[in-house]
C-alpha cells in the first residue's frame, strides 16, 4: 500500500498539535475525514509533532506522539499543503 503524510494541526483542550498523520494515497481511508472518523480508532500517531500550550507557557516537541482520539477537539488539515 502507498502511503502520504498528511500535514495536520490538532487542538485538544490544553495543547495545539502540528505534525503528521500517515494516510494511504488514494483509495479507501486517504481523506483525513474517513481516517479520524473509524469509530474503533482509540488513538492517532502523529509524527514530527510541535506542540503548543493553549494557555500560554513554553512548547515542545516529539518525533512520535501517541494522541487519544477522545481528547481531539478539532483536526484540519495545514494550511501549508
Known amino acids: 500500500m502507498d502511503l502520504r503524510r498528511q500535514r495536520v494541526m490538532v487542538e485538544t483542550d490544553r495543547y495545539?498539535?502540528?505534525g503528521d498523520m500517515t494516510l494511504p494515497s488514494e483509495?479507501?481511508?486517504?481523506?483525513?475525514?474517513d481516517h479520524?472518523?473509524?469509530r474503533e480508532q482509540e488513538f492517532f500517531t502523529i509524527q514530527d509533532a510541535a506542540l503548543t500550550p493553549?494557555?500560554?507557557?513554553?512548547g515542545w516537541s516529539a518525533e512520535v506522539?501517541?494522541?487519544?482520539s477522545a481528547h481531539i477537539?478539532?483536526?484540519?488539515?495545514s494550511a501549508d499543503d
Open 16 to 18: 495545539r498539535i502540528d
Open 27 to 33: 483509495g479507501y481511508r486517504s481523506r483525513l475525514s
Open 36 to 38: 479520524v472518523n473509524r
Open 54 to 58: 493553549l494557555e500560554g507557557g513554553e
Open 65 to 68: 506522539l501517541l494522541l487519544a
Open 73 to 77: 477537539r478539532l483536526i484540519v488539515p
